[in-house]
């Protein structure tokens, strides 16, 4: 895209370059080139692929001399130099030229080629090139020598090889330099066999006697916007005029002084034409309302690639996920690197963009950073061939094959299928398959202007199923019908376009630039309005949700990294649920940010960025249009209406040129000068180009003058906010902020440079993780404090996904930044399995008893429960091996990613990784001196910054991981004091968690402990418990119940502190327990936090309130019991406040310590009369009795009203029903189990209100009773009425066997 181009240059081209062989200094070898087929010789050598014969040398003597690189020089630029673009001459030689000079002989094929390059400086400007590249006769009798010579010696050499007698090998293990690569020359055949020399001569064979040779050249022009279509012109029609047999009207030089001083650049919203040597170029403008510039033919990209693969990597690009694009065209490098950064509007990409990697940036691959790099191939080598750093988190895009290949678990853009649709409408209707064209192969590009521009001239193809269809749609007919359905329903058809053209046949609105370019343009912003909308209706009132800053500009920058720009669970929790996987993520991209970031720096419309501008001008459009109200986003596809408007717009320009700019004239040249041979591009007369007219309105000058008058009007403005250099210089820092180097230096290539850019990744590293720690915490810790009660809750199981998952990239970028040897596709795995191998080793050696590591590997955990169970070891091979054994999880990328959440749960995540890295041998064997994880600092720093996440509870392992099968360990604890050894009878276990519930576990009763693997429970909720009442001593006191996940080591304590059996306690064979995880209390205390533990058990509580003598009851009084009920049914409704995802249990909230069920217990004990010291009334006495008044009143037929019957009814269907349930669960239990089912029927405040009326209730308490309080009842029935809007679910363990 256009942004950021030097706005004080109004020419349309800055410079004119000419690349190519400088015979003064001979044949020099491309070093840089050669240094990288050294470095992928090594790369063979260290992967013990047998010995490279004169790697070391460089100049890779298998390929044959005419396929080798030699340096290319900048033979000339013109001007010099101009003040607001400097000349980079290493850089324009680089991108003009990217594999240095190339040699071709007669029988070559020497088409020429253009390419476009793009040159991103420093402070993130660009300026773009354009290139063609053709091949001249070399007329200079030494370098022809040269070649000579190195043929005799390659040939030598390629002889000693061939016929080494003490090579019994058979052709396909001989040593990789031995075949010559025929496969370069291509039109020769493969070599098979060693052949005999003379065949060899004669097919890889340069004889200055009886060959032309041809050395490749190049002419460029550089300009500061992107107009490749005019440039191309251009360009092609210079080499034209050298080639041609007549001369051109006028010397070459008139037409480059021209072009470089006498046309401007086309202004904002018009169109402008200028003449080349043998025709006129048009090129035209967008105006301030209309997308930005974008000149390259975006169809391409969608015929080579397909809708369904453009797509995909138009996510990968949002996610700023890495993106590498091979082609063997330059061109197609960069169409596709443009289309995808141009479809992106309103959003820039932010990171490292080089759509043309020179071979002397090959190290850039290395970057730990998110980067769209383009990256030649030779058209040999596969893709097997491409050693890449790291895998985990790129997108290889295989141009000329229609391939791509994506990272694990790539969300879907939001509407994928209508999206693609839609448009598939656009394409079909310009004659591009939407799948793409399968056969574009080479002679594509020459066939494809010819192919299109035959189906709409011919009129026999009535429909699109013409030519460029039927190629390879025939085979199925059924797409045919669907393609053509949809034509006719999209009112396509050609003869309307041909209508078109006839109608519009009065002379003055004929299009003035030919229809191939027209029928470009229309399909580039029809494709790009429909992009653009997508934008427009998902992000319609995104200006919400942005965080204003409340303090000044200045403290804003210098917190920018903490503060929160863009309010994101209040934006996502708008969203349809389909949507978050994909804007979860999108919303933590650097390109979001620094989009919110120049809004928030933005004031009114004057001040905002043009693309800024224009977005919010459509948002503001669609707002009108729908009149509901902005914040209710619906799912419902919205297809993109404007595409006429800015179609028209485009076709008006091209119809009605507003410009016309000088002609080319003759220049105040000397006689003699500007004669040239043919078939040879000149050096031009630097004298007449070096400077232009002085007079020229367009030249130098430096800001039209109604920016200057801005300028002055900003400069009044300045009292209120910050001037406009200033903006500029914080919008810039702002897009920095994420990204340490924006791009690499196209430079000479010196060890210093690689260690200083390598050094920028460290530090950029670091600093990412020190935000993402930051971030992850403050989420984190904004929902415990919720739980403690303060703020408001601010993340959603989405969310903390979509944190995890980035840390995890982050990780495996740091793992791969300068790895030796790159194996698997995940870096972090294979250094985990590597320490795994060789501690196995170790351990396997008898010699070596107790190496240090062992303390560290053996040293357990105490944890609370800890006397009773011994604590899991820790050890960082067994969390390897949990995750080895699981079988769901299939490749290395997923198996890093289990192990980083596991550790994460298990709070070891720092301490794990510090483990691994202690081993100074391994890292040393498997990363370069400059790797991060080599910078001691810096990995001290880093494994710090991890240390921070042991203050919070993560559940990302057991959350994710649902249906993995997991070993716990269960241990009963009874009480050892009152004859537990005595206890006959066989004690049970069930235990239920927020996934599932494991069924009757039979507990040995000698050990009462057990392990058992069973599908993930989750969080576990719940344990009931009993025994089957045989034996002669059948009770049995239970202290608490302990359950451990053996792969997480969450323990979870269940507290019971009751008796089990007939007769004693309230009579109960069974209980369910409700439990709270044990935070472990490890040895060195500086945890940052201690989290909140869950609420506790109902028993303790219960206990003193029913076992204990009278005397020592705690007695609450009313109000403290009134403010108990308050609090637990506070509870439950901020329970349902809160999104499904992020609810605790409710079951803790009924049950647990101070719920539902323990307020009612307290209600119902105050006031209660107690005959007699030791005997234990409870309350499910007074039920009974109560039932049984009810009962009988209902068959007296003391009825006093309808509804009083009804809930009589209820209250006697459901206690009759407890009664007569299978289950053996005591009074209390009963009692338990008719709250929860109370709460679930919304019945609760009725019951009350029966109860409080009713005699036996009068006799049973004292006159002081909160029940026989009329005002209080009336209270406490009112707070209980608020259950009714909530739908309350129990979990299954609470009412088993209950048939209601």
């Given at each position: 895209?256009?942004?950021?181009?030097?706005?004080?240059?109004?020419?349309?081209?800055?410079?004119?370059?000419i690349?190519?062989?400088?015979?003064e200094?001979?044949?020099?070898?491309?070093?840089?080139?050669?240094?990288?087929?050294?470095?992928?010789a090594?790369k063979?050598?260290?992967?013990?692929?047998?010995?490279?014969?004169?790697a070391?040398?460089?100049?890779?003597?298998?390929?044959?001399p005419?396929?080798?690189?030699?340096?290319?020089?900048?033979?000339?630029?013109?001007?010099?130099?101009?003040?607001?673009?400097?000349?980079?001459?290493?850089?324009?030689?680089?991108?003009?030229?990217?594999?240095g000079?190339?040699f071709?002989?007669?029988?070559?094929?020497?088409?020429?080629?253009?390419?476009?390059?793009?040159i991103?400086?420093?402070d993130?400007?660009?300026?773009?090139?354009f290139?063609?590249?053709?091949?001249?006769?070399?007329?200079?009798?030494?370098?022809?020598?040269?070649?000579?010579?190195?043929?005799?010696?390659?040939?030598?050499?390629?002889?000693d090889?061939?016929?080494t007698p003490?090579?019994?090998?058979a052709?396909?293990?001989?040593?990789?330099?031995?075949?010559?690569?025929?496969?370069?020359?291509?039109?020769?055949?493969?070599?098979?066999?060693?052949?005999?020399?003379?065949?060899?001569?004669?097919?890889?064979?340069?004889?200055?006697?009886?060959?032309?040779?041809?050395?490749?050249?190049?002419?460029?022009?550089i300009?500061?916007?992107?107009?490749?279509?005019?440039?191309?012109?251009?360009?092609?029609?210079?080499h034209?005029?050298?080639?041609?047999?007549?001369?051109?009207?006028?010397?070459?030089?008139?037409?480059?002084?021209n072009v470089?001083?006498?046309?401007?650049?086309?202004?904002?919203?018009r169109?402008?034409?200028?003449?080349?040597v043998?025709?006129?170029?048009?090129?035209?403008?967008?105006?301030?309302?209309?997308?930005?510039?974008?000149?390259?033919?975006?169809?391409?990209?969608?015929?080579?690639?397909?809708?369904?693969?453009?797509?995909?990597?138009?996510?990968?690009?949002?996610?700023?996920?890495q993106?590498?694009?091979?082609s063997?065209?330059?061109?197609?490098?960069?169409?596709?690197?443009?289309?995808?950064?141009?479809?992106?509007?309103?959003?820039?990409?932010?990171?490292?963009?080089?759509?043309?990697?020179?071979?002397?940036?090959?190290?850039?691959?290395?970057?730990?950073?998110?980067y769209?790099?383009?990256?030649?191939?030779n058209?040999?080598?596969?893709?097997?061939?491409?050693?890449?750093?790291?895998?985990?988190?790129?997108?290889?895009?295989?141009i000329?094959?229609?391939?791509?290949?994506?990272p694990?678990?790539?969300?879907?853009f939001?509407?994928?299928?209508?999206?693609i649709?839609?448009?598939?409408?656009?394409?079909?209707?310009?004659?591009?398959?939407?799948?793409?064209?399968?056969?574009c192969?080479?002679?594509?590009?020459?066939?494809?202007?010819?192919?299109?521009?035959?189906?709409v001239?011919?009129?026999?193809n009535?429909?699109?199923?013409?030519?460029?269809?039927?190629?390879?749609?025939?085979?199925?007919?059924?797409?045919?019908a669907?393609?053509?359905?949809?034509?006719?329903?999209?009112?396509?058809?050609?003869?309307?376009?041909?209508?078109?053209?006839?109608?519009?046949?009065?002379?003055?609105?004929?299009?003035?630039?030919?229809?191939?370019e027209?029928?470009?343009?229309?399909?580039?912003?029809?494709v790009?309005?429909?992009?653009?909308?997508?934008?427009?209706?998902?992000?319609?009132?995104?200006e919400?949700?942005?965080i204003?800053?409340?303090?000044?500009?200045?403290?804003?920058?210098?917190?920018?990294?903490?503060?929160?720009?863009?309010?994101k669970?209040?934006?996502?929790?708008?969203?349809p649920e389909?949507?978050?996987p994909?804007?979860?993520?999108?919303?933590?991209?650097?390109?979001?940010?620094s989009f919110i970031?120049?809004?928030?720096?933005?004031?009114?419309?004057?001040?905002?960025?043009?693309?800024?501008?224009?977005?919010?001008?459509?948002?503001?459009k669609?707002?009108?249009?729908?009149?509901?109200?902005?914040?209710?986003?619906?799912?419902?596809?919205?297809?993109?209406t404007?595409?006429d408007?800015?179609?028209?717009?485009?076709?008006?320009?091209?119809?009605?040129?507003?410009?016309t700019?000088?002609?080319?004239h003759?220049?105040?040249?000397?006689?003699?000068?500007g004669?040239?041979?043919?078939?040879?591009?000149?050096?031009?007369?630097?004298?007449?180009?070096?400077t232009?007219?002085?007079?020229?309105?367009?030249?130098?000058?430096?800001a039209?003058?109604?920016?200057?008058?801005?300028?002055?009007?900003?400069?009044?403005?300045?009292?209120?906010?910050l001037?406009?250099?200033?903006?500029?210089?914080?919008?810039q820092?702002?897009?920095?902020?994420?990204?340490?180097?924006?791009?690499?230096?196209?430079?000479?290539?010196?060890?210093s440079?690689?260690a200083?850019?390598?050094?920028?990744?460290?530090?950029?590293?670091?600093?990412?993780?020190?935000?993402?720690?930051?971030?992850?915490?403050?989420?984190?810790?904004?929902r415990?404090?919720?739980?403690?009660?303060?703020?408001?809750?601010?993340?959603?199981?989405?969310?903390e996904?979509?944190?995890?998952a980035?840390?995890?990239?982050?990780?495996?970028?740091?793992?791969?930044?300068?790895?030796q040897?790159?194996?698997?596709?995940?870096?972090?795995?294979?250094?985990?399995?590597?320490?795994?191998?060789?501690?196995?080793?170790?351990?396997?050696?008898?010699?070596?008893?107790?190496?240090?590591?062992?303390i560290?590997?053996t040293?357990?955990?105490?944890?609370?429960?800890?006397?009773?169970?011994?604590?899991?070891?820790?050890?960082?091979?067994q969390?390897?091996?949990?995750?080895?054994?699981?079988?769901e999880i299939?490749?290395?990328?997923g198996k890093?990613?289990?192990?980083v959440?596991?550790?994460?749960?298990?709070?070891?995540?720092?301490?794990?990784?510090?483990?691994?890295?202690s081993?100074?041998?391994?890292?040393?064997?498997?990363?370069k001196?400059?790797?991060?994880?080599r910078?001691?600092?810096?990995?001290?720093?880093?494994?710090?910054?991890?240390?921070?996440?042991?203050?919070?509870?993560?559940?990302?392992?057991?959350n994710?991981?649902?249906?993995?099968?997991?070993?716990?360990?269960?241990?009963?604890?009874?009480?050892?004091?009152?004859?537990?050894?005595?206890?006959?009878?066989?004690?049970?276990?069930?235990?239920?968690?927020?996934?599932?519930?494991?069924?009757?576990?039979?507990?040995?009763?000698?050990?009462?402990?057990?392990?058992?693997?069973?599908?993930?429970?989750?969080?576990?909720?719940?344990?009931?418990?009993?025994?089957?009442?045989?034996?002669?001593?059948?009770?049995?006191?239970?202290?608490?119940?302990?359950?451990?996940?053996?792969?997480?080591?969450?323990?979870?304590?269940f507290?019971?502190?009751?008796w089990?059996?007939?007769g004693?306690?309230?009579?109960?064979?069974?209980?369910?327990?409700?439990?709270?995880?044990?935070?472990?209390?490890?040895?060195?205390?500086?945890?940052?936090?201690?989290t909140?533990?869950?609420?506790?058990?109902?028993?303790?509580?219960?206990?003193?309130?029913?076992?204990?003598?009278?005397?020592?009851?705690?007695?609450?009084?009313?109000?403290?019991?009134?403010?108990?009920?308050?609090?637990?049914i506070?509870g439950?409704v901020?329970?349902?406040?809160?999104?499904?995802?992020?609810?605790g249990?409710?079951?803790?909230?009924?049950?647990?310590?101070?719920?539902?069920v323990?307020?009612?217990?307290?209600?119902?004990q105050?006031?209660?009369?107690s005959?007699?010291?030791?005997?234990?009334?409870?309350?499910?006495?007074?039920?009974?009795?109560?039932?049984?008044?009810?009962?009988?009143?209902?068959?007296?037929?003391?009825?006093?009203?309808?509804?009083?019957?009804?809930?009589v009814?209820?209250?006697?269907?459901?206690?009759?029903?407890?009664?007569?349930?299978?289950?053996?669960i005591?009074?209390?239990?009963?009692?338990?189990?008719?709250?929860?089912?109370g709460?679930?029927d919304?019945?609760?405040?009725?019951?009350?209100?029966?109860?409080?009326?009713?005699?036996?209730?009068?006799?049973?308490?004292?006159?002081?009773a909160?029940?026989?309080?009329?005002?209080?009842?009336?209270?406490?029935?009112?707070?209980?009425?608020?259950?009714?809007?909530?739908?309350?679910?129990?979990?299954?363990?609470?009412?088993?066997?209950?048939?209601?």
């Amino acid at each position: 895209m256009t942004t950021g181009f030097s706005s004080n240059s109004c020419r349309f081209a800055d410079y004119f370059v000419i690349c190519g062989l400088d015979t003064e200094s001979g044949l020099e070898p491309d070093e840089l080139s050669a240094l990288c087929q050294y470095i992928e010789a090594t790369k063979f050598r260290d992967g013990a692929r047998g010995k490279l014969a004169s790697a070391d040398e460089g100049e890779n003597f298998e390929h044959s001399p005419l396929r080798r690189t030699f340096k290319s020089k900048v033979l000339a630029h013109y001007p010099e130099n101009v003040e607001w673009s400097p000349f980079d001459q290493d850089a324009v030689g680089m991108l003009c030229m990217p594999k240095g000079l190339a040699f071709r002989t007669q029988v070559d094929s020497r088409e020429p080629q253009f390419h476009s390059f793009i040159i991103t400086r420093e402070d993130g400007s660009r300026t773009y090139g354009f290139a063609l590249t053709f091949f001249e006769e070399v007329t200079s009798k030494q370098i022809c020598s040269a070649m000579q010579t190195l043929y005799h010696m390659h040939n030598a050499e390629q002889y000693d090889i061939l016929h080494t007698p003490t090579s019994p090998h058979a052709p396909q293990d001989r040593p990789l330099h031995a075949l010559p690569h025929a496969g370069h020359s291509q039109p020769h055949p493969a070599l098979h066999a060693a052949p005999a020399i003379s065949r060899l001569q004669r097919f890889n064979s340069y004889d200055i006697s009886r060959d032309t040779l041809y050395v490749s050249k190049c002419i460029c022009l550089i300009a500061p916007m992107a107009f490749p279509q005019a440039c191309r012109k251009v360009l092609q029609q210079l080499h034209q005029a050298v080639n041609s047999p007549h001369p051109p009207p006028l010397p070459l030089e008139s037409y480059v002084y021209n072009v470089l001083y006498e046309v401007p650049l086309p202004p904002v919203g018009r169109s402008l034409k200028f003449s080349g040597v043998y025709g006129p170029v048009v090129c035209q403008r967008p105006s301030t309302s209309e997308l930005p510039l974008f000149d390259f033919p975006m169809g391409e990209m969608f015929e080579l690639l397909g809708v369904e693969n453009v797509l995909q990597l138009f996510t990968c690009a949002l996610l700023e996920i890495q993106i590498l694009l091979y082609s063997q065209h330059y061109q197609r490098l960069m169409t596709v690197a443009e289309s995808i950064t141009a479809l992106m509007f309103p959003y820039q990409w932010q990171h490292v963009y080089v759509p043309i990697l020179p071979a002397s940036l090959l190290h850039f691959l290395d970057a730990p950073v998110p980067y769209l790099m383009g990256l030649h191939s030779n058209g040999q080598d596969d893709r097997t061939k491409l050693e890449l750093p790291q895998e985990a988190n790129l997108c290889f895009v295989d141009i000329d094959n229609h391939f791509i290949e994506l990272p694990e678990d790539l969300p879907q853009f939001p509407n994928k299928l209508e999206f693609i649709q839609e448009i598939s409408e656009v394409l079909m209707a310009f004659g591009v398959p939407p799948e793409g064209s399968l056969h574009c192969g080479q002679g594509q590009a020459k066939t494809r202007g010819l192919r299109t521009t035959d189906t709409v001239s011919d009129k026999r193809n009535g429909n699109l199923a013409g030519s460029p269809l039927n190629s390879f749609l025939l085979r199925e007919n059924e797409t045919i019908a669907r393609l053509q359905a949809l034509v006719k329903r999209t009112g396509v058809s050609l003869e309307k376009l041909d209508a078109r053209d006839d109608a519009s046949g009065n002379k003055e609105l004929r299009p003035q630039c030919d229809e191939e370019e027209l029928k470009m343009h229309r399909l580039n912003v029809q494709v790009r309005e429909v992009f653009a909308n997508r934008f427009t209706q998902m992000f319609a009132d995104y200006e919400v949700f942005v965080i204003q800053p409340s303090q000044d500009k200045e403290s804003w920058f210098t917190n920018r990294d903490q503060m929160q720009n863009f309010d994101k669970a209040s934006f996502l929790s708008d969203q349809p649920e389909p949507y978050l996987p994909f804007l979860s993520r999108f919303l933590e991209t650097q390109m979001f940010a620094s989009f919110i970031d120049s809004k928030i720096l933005c004031h009114d419309d004057e001040d905002k960025e043009h693309t800024l501008r224009v977005f919010d001008g459509r948002v503001e459009k669609i707002r009108m249009l729908n009149v509901r109200t902005p914040t209710l986003r619906t799912s419902m596809y919205q297809k993109c209406t404007n595409i006429d408007e800015a179609e028209k717009a485009i076709e008006m320009r091209v119809s009605k040129i507003d410009h016309t700019a000088l002609h080319p004239h003759l220049l105040d040249m000397k006689i003699g000068q500007g004669r040239y041979e043919q078939g040879f591009f000149p050096r031009l007369q630097s004298d007449v180009l070096s400077t232009g007219p002085t007079s020229n309105k367009w030249a130098k000058r430096s800001a039209p003058a109604q920016w200057r008058r801005k300028d002055r009007q900003k400069q009044h403005a300045e009292h209120l906010y910050l001037d406009n250099d200033q903006r500029e210089k914080y919008i810039q820092e702002a897009r920095n902020l994420g990204t340490t180097i924006r791009q690499p230096k196209l430079s000479n290539l010196s060890p210093s440079v690689i260690a200083q850019t390598n050094w920028k990744f460290v530090e950029g590293l670091l600093k990412e993780c020190r935000n993402k720690t930051k971030r992850m915490l403050v989420e984190k810790m904004g929902r415990e404090a919720v739980e403690l009660g303060h703020g408001e809750v601010s993340i959603t199981g989405v969310e903390e996904n979509t944190l995890i998952a980035s840390l995890c990239d982050l990780l495996e970028r740091i793992w791969s930044h300068g790895l030796q040897v790159k194996q698997g596709k995940s870096a972090l795995w294979s250094h985990l399995l590597h320490y795994q191998e060789s501690k196995e080793k170790k351990d396997a050696t008898p010699g070596c008893l107790g190496p240090p590591d062992l303390i560290h590997n053996t040293e357990r955990r105490k944890s609370d429960a800890g006397a009773a169970m011994p604590p899991l070891k820790v050890s960082l091979i067994q969390d390897m091996r949990h995750i080895q054994n699981i079988g769901e999880i299939k490749t290395d990328v997923g198996k890093a990613r289990a192990w980083v959440r596991l550790s994460m749960e298990k709070k070891l995540l720092s301490r794990h990784l510090k483990q691994l890295l202690s081993d100074h041998e391994l890292t040393k064997k498997l990363y370069k001196r400059y790797a991060f994880l080599r910078c001691d600092d810096e990995k001290e720093q880093f494994l710090y910054h991890l240390l921070s996440f042991n203050a919070v509870d993560y559940f990302c392992f057991t959350n994710v991981f649902t249906t993995i099968m997991i070993p716990y360990h269960v241990l009963v604890m009874s009480s050892k004091k009152l004859a537990g050894s005595m206890f006959t009878a066989n004690p049970w276990v069930c235990v239920s968690g927020e996934l599932a519930e494991t069924g009757v576990l039979q507990v040995p009763k000698n050990t009462l402990e057990i392990t058992f693997e069973c599908q993930n429970l989750g969080k576990l909720t719940t344990v009931q418990m009993g025994h089957d009442n045989s034996g002669l001593y059948a009770k049995w006191l239970v202290e608490c119940v302990i359950v451990r996940n053996e792969i997480t080591g969450h323990t979870y304590k269940f507290p019971c502190g009751r008796w089990l059996g007939k007769g004693v306690d309230d009579g109960s064979l069974e209980r369910i327990l409700v439990g709270e995880l044990v935070t472990p209390s490890t040895e060195n205390e500086d945890r940052m936090c201690r989290t909140p533990p869950m609420q506790q058990s109902p028993g303790m509580m219960r206990r003193f309130v029913t076992i204990s003598p009278s005397n020592s009851k705690p007695k609450l009084n009313t109000g403290q019991i009134q403010e108990g009920v308050g609090e637990a049914i506070n509870g439950i409704v901020k329970h349902f406040h809160k999104p499904e995802k992020e609810r605790g249990s409710l079951t803790l909230l009924l049950c647990g310590e101070y719920g539902l069920v323990w307020a009612l217990e307290q209600v119902f004990q105050h006031g209660f009369k107690s005959p007699r010291l030791f005997k234990n009334v409870f309350i499910w006495d007074l039920l009974e009795k109560s039932q049984v008044y009810f009962e009988s009143a209902e068959q007296r037929e003391v009825t006093p009203d309808e509804n009083w019957q009804t809930r009589v009814r209820h209250f006697c269907r459901f206690m009759r029903a407890i009664n007569s349930t299978s289950r053996n669960i005591g009074k209390d239990g009963k009692f338990q189990m008719l709250v929860c089912l109370g709460a679930r029927d919304h019945l609760l405040h009725h019951w009350i209100a029966l109860l409080a009326d009713c005699p036996i209730t009068a006799q049973m308490y004292e006159d002081t009773a909160l029940i026989k309080d009329h005002s209080l009842v009336n209270s406490l029935i009112r707070v209980l009425q608020t259950l009714q809007e909530f739908n309350i679910t129990l979990e299954a363990s609470l009412v088993k066997g209950i048939g209601i």
